[in-house]
């Protein structure tokens, strides 16, 4: 009987990667405007090699790839980078189709909701707060609640305290499967693997349930329950 699903936000909720190579592309755009001697796409790809060695969630990135690329931190070009990456940001944020449908559908049902996310507190509440979410979501743990990233049983462990709800009674939604799915499964969760946020080029997810579409969380759900 699932009593409660517990979603990864980014590439699950919204589309993480969408915005974040919009807001990038903005960036260099901005800080070609501003003086910077680069071609576009190269710089572009610098800063993105710089995110998967040291992480997406980097706050310093531009200044990290300044310094490489001028040897110091011009600040005219950095300001109009950060300017540039947050107009974008904020443009390009977004849910995917038929997310805030889902969401009503599963309180209506009585299913409580709440989410693990590996990023820093501050970025996912931002993130919340920006899409409107903030009123399904009460329960949320971050990486700052307990210093460990998915697949960790500690982030799994400590939303199972806060909605005191059994595992085998709640169902993990994520797109990462080495992560969302694996963490999840080793605790006893049920898993739904968000297909349409997979940017992993992952081919089998090992999750008891694969979704082309947020939505079909609810035929899920009602299945396991027997309501269908």
Known sequence: MIEAVIFDIDNT???????KRAAVDTAVD?????????KKQEMVDKIFNVYWQE???DQNIFDKVLVKELGEIDYKILAA???????????????YPHTRLTLSQLLKMGIGLGIVS??????????????GLHHYFENVVTFDD??????????????????GIKPENMIMVGDWAERDIVGAKNIGMITAWAKYGNQFDTQSSGADWELDDIYDLISVIKRINGNV
């Open 13 to 19: 909720l919204m589309d993480f990667m969408r915005m």
């Open 30 to 38: 901005y800080m070609i405007d501003a003086g910077l001697d680069v």
């Open 55 to 57: 992480g997406i969630e």
């Open 81 to 95: 980078g950060i300017i540039g990456y947050r107009k974008a940001k904020e443009a390009n944020m977004t849910l």
């Open 118 to 131: 590996d990023a820093p507190r501050l970025p996912v509440w931002l993130r919340i707060v920006s899409l």
């Open 146 to 163: 307990t210093l460990e990233r998915k697949p960790s049983p500690k982030p799994f462990l400590k939303i199972i305290d806060l909605m």
